[in-house]
């Protein structure tokens, strides 16, 4: 059965692959009109935190900003189709990446990379080209319960050369590939409570932000470089990389942690506020962060 789906998949994703630019931006849409204006799935969550991170806005502009995000995601789902047949030359025509210069001062330094990034426009798709155009690319990622479907989703990307680290029980992994100076991608945009994350403050409410990418930070002194993907009118998805975060490192760990978490969590909300349409706002990120 998995072989069954599996290529019938694959056939899909020719088929959208091999169509004009234009027409695939127009499916996305169409995702996203049903989505969105339809079905309404998480309709109501994603208009009430567009709404809790703008509260001065009119609510027909957050409407906009929440249709918008949909809309990212609908062409993010259709862009998908790209994996299988991704080539180093599909990847010129499609992609313009900025900012070279601070991923590759950060790998001269032998000592890895850390990529601080997001669900920004389609995130997934810019680390699978950078991976393509040879750089060694590892995403800490979870696992999906389905067996099959797992082997489907990250088969797809593996094939243009990207690494996965499972997201528990990775500190050995993370370690040995800053190690070979492999970049280690970390997608710090979601809630995460106690333990694993510590309380922040994103566009003004508290939260909770993984920590792992602060703890690493400290231990192995590798480069942090942010970095974030948007798409333009025409459907080109820019990669931009920005200049290294450096380490604030004191005598007490636990608060240099905090603090660091909050430097990140701060850089990527300058993102958002950048392409506020373009991230993906259906996430319940304003949990109740509750020490236990």
Known sequence: MKYLIGNCLKLFSFLVHI????????WGDVLAFLAFDVFQFRRKVTIANVRLAYPDKQESERIRIARGSYRNLGR???????????????????????????????????????????????????MSALAKKGYPVNLISKHFRTQWLNDLWFGLRQKTGMRFIPEK???????????????IVFVLDQFMGPPAGVSTIFFGKET??????AIFALRSHAPVIPAY???EADGKCVVVFEAEIPVQQTEDHEADV????????????????KYP????????????????
């Open 208 to 213: 909770g932000t993984a920590q792992g990418l």
């Open 19 to 26: 169509q004009p630019r234009k027409l695939q931006l127009f």
């Open 258 to 273: 905090s603090k660091m978490t909050q430097i990140y969590t701060s850089q990527l909300e300058k993102f958002v506020k």
């Open 169 to 183: 029980k990775s500190s050995y992994q993370i370690l040995r590939a800053l190690k070979n100076n492999d970049a």
């Open 76 to 126: 993010a789902l259709i862009e998908y189709s790209h994996l299988p047949f991704m080539t180093s030359e599909w990847v010129d025509k499609n992609f313009e990446f900025r900012g070279w210069e601070h991923i590759n001062r950060a790998l001269a330094q032998k000592q890895g990379v850390m990529l601080l990034t997001l669900h920004l426009g389609n995130g997934d798709l810019g």
């Open 229 to 231: 993907t948007y798409r």
């Open 277 to 292: 349409e373009q991230w993906m706002w259906l996430h319940r990120r304003w949990k109740t962060f509750e020490v236990r």
